[in-house]
């Protein structure tokens, strides 16, 4: 009978061992997830900089598992550029206004011809000299007509496209189209630039075309010429630029609003492309992240009005800047997010 006490006391020491060893590994995985989370929670730290900007610092293994990578970026000199509203043009105006012109031609070039087969009778003595002149006088009305209907083209869209119509008078049966003005005609090519009040460029050259619509890249326009009427309300003058590549997704819509940024004549500004691939957009404005030391990042904001090729052109860093071209955005989740990786917005 004094053995079945001594033996459930047995099994009542047995239990406990075995469930205390049951539950050592529940409690190192527990540690290890603990230290794991310490570990993430400490990759990425964040504190204020001395003169007040957030600064991000990723020890080195944290830097390589999300991609990080920096560049510095390439020096370069930008030309200063006028800022003007504008819109392309609808064209249907000028479309109208080569056929009344195309029409009066054909009827000049038809006098013409009358008047050299006149020529040719008088020379023979087969023409009465009445005929002759109605055939003289039809070709100068004629001639008056084709005029008129060319200075309406050069009054309301300049000089340069008014010549592109070519020589009034030319040799019967030689007169031949041009392609190029059919196509400005088309629509959707010519832009026009507004410059502000009383602003004057003496040669502009070529523009960067930003629709109203966001793409992502500006327009290529290259100057045409210049409009002969000021407008009378604004006191603006007037500017043509031709899209150079109308047929692709670069082509405007007529009535399209754009902003335009033509080259002035000012010495040019130096400083460097940040690539677009470190460009940032976040509450409406450019940002970059930049390595401010090996293990620190801090963000900076970057006007996103001078697109060059590559990227965008800044004054304000220096081709010994360290700018993260790889990993940028993870970077701006991870400010936004409190130190963790998933946040983060773009524009």
Same mark, same amino acid.
Request: aromatic share 6%; hydrophobic share 40%; proline share 5%.
């Given at each position: 009978?004094?053995?079945?006490?001594?033996?459930?006391?047995? =099994?009542?020491?047995?239990?406990?061992?075995?469930?205390?060893?049951?539950?050592?590994? %529940? &409690?190192?995985?527990?540690?290890?997830?603990?230290? &794991?989370?310490?570990?993430?929670?400490?990759?990425?730290?964040?504190?204020?900089?001395? +003169?007040?900007?957030?600064?991000? =610092?990723?020890?080195?293994?944290?830097?390589?598992?999300?991609?990080?990578?920096?560049?510095?970026? &390439? &020096?370069?000199?930008?030309?200063? $550029?006028?800022? *003007?509203?504008?819109?392309?043009?609808?064209?249907?105006?000028?479309?109208?206004?080569?056929?009344?012109?195309?029409?009066?031609?054909?009827?000049?070039?038809?006098? @013409?011809?009358?008047?050299?087969?006149?020529?040719?009778?008088?020379?023979?003595?087969?023409?009465?000299?009445? *005929?002759?002149?109605?055939? #003289?006088? =039809?070709?100068?009305?004629?001639?008056?007509?084709?005029?008129?209907?060319?200075?309406?083209?050069? +009054?309301?869209?300049?000089?340069?496209?008014?010549?592109?119509?070519?020589?009034?008078?030319?040799?019967?049966?030689?007169?031949? $189209?041009?392609?190029?003005? $059919?196509?400005?005609?088309?629509?959707?090519?010519?832009?026009?630039?507004?410059?502000?009040?009383?602003? @004057?460029?003496?040669?502009?050259?070529?523009?960067?075309?930003?629709?109203?619509?966001?793409?992502?890249?500006?327009? =290529?326009?290259?100057?045409?010429?210049?409009?002969?009427?000021?407008?009378?309300?604004?006191?603006?003058?007037?500017?043509?630029?031709?899209?150079?590549?109308?047929?692709?997704?670069?082509?405007?819509?007529?009535?399209?609003?754009?902003?335009?940024?033509?080259?002035?004549?000012?010495?040019? /500004?130096?400083?460097?492309?940040?690539?677009?691939?470190?460009?940032?957009? @976040?509450?409406?404005?450019?940002?970059?992240?930049?390595?401010?030391? #090996? +293990?620190?990042?801090?963000?900076?904001?970057?006007?996103? %009005?001078?697109?060059? %090729?590559?990227?965008?052109?800044?004054?304000?860093?220096?081709?010994?800047?360290? /700018?993260?071209?790889? !990993?940028?955005?993870?970077?701006?989740?991870? $400010?936004?997010?409190? !130190?963790?990786?998933?946040?983060?917005?773009?524009?």
């Amino acid at each position: 009978m004094k053995m079945i006490p001594q033996f459930f006391l047995l =099994t009542a020491l047995l239990a406990s061992a075995v469930a205390v060893r049951s539950a050592e590994p %529940d &409690a190192k995985t527990d540690a290890k997830a603990e230290a &794991a989370t310490e570990a993430k929670t400490e990759a990425v730290k964040i504190t204020q900089g001395t +003169n007040g900007e957030t600064v991000l =610092t990723l020890n080195a293994e944290t830097q390589k598992r999300i991609g990080i990578e920096v560049a510095n970026p &390439a &020096a370069t000199e930008w030309q200063p $550029e006028i800022k *003007a509203f504008g819109r392309a043009l609808d064209t249907a105006p000028l479309r109208d206004l080569l056929m009344e012109f195309y029409r009066a031609e054909m009827t000049f070039d038809t006098s @013409h011809q009358e008047l050299e087969r006149a020529k040719q009778l008088k020379k023979d003595n087969n023409i009465s000299e009445r *005929a002759f002149q109605d055939a #003289e006088a =039809t070709y100068r009305q004629n001639f008056a007509a084709v005029m008129a209907a060319r200075l309406k083209i050069e +009054n309301g869209w300049g000089k340069r496209i008014a010549e592109m119509t070519g020589e009034i008078v030319v040799p019967p049966g030689t007169r031949k $189209e041009n392609s190029v003005l $059919e196509q400005l005609a088309e629509g959707g090519s010519l832009i026009r630039i507004d410059l502000p009040a009383g602003e @004057h460029l003496s040669s502009p050259q070529s523009a960067r075309i930003v629709p109203l619509a966001k793409r992502e890249l500006p327009i =290529t326009a290259s100057f045409f010429g210049e409009l002969p009427v000021m407008d009378a309300q604004t006191q603006q003058q007037g500017l043509l630029f031709l899209n150079d590549k109308p047929s692709t997704a670069d082509r405007l819509i007529p009535g399209e609003a754009v902003t335009a940024f033509i080259k002035s004549g000012e010495a040019p /500004v130096s400083g460097v492309v940040i690539p677009a691939s470190a460009i940032l957009r @976040h509450d409406g404005k450019g940002w970059v992240f930049v390595q401010t030391g #090996e +293990n620190n990042f801090s963000r900076r904001e970057i006007p996103l %009005d001078r697109a060059v %090729d590559g990227g965008f052109f800044s004054a304000e860093f220096s081709a010994t800047n360290r /700018v993260v071209v790889t !990993g940028a955005q993870t970077l701006l989740s991870a $400010e936004l997010s409190g !130190g963790g990786f998933n946040a983060g917005q773009r524009d």
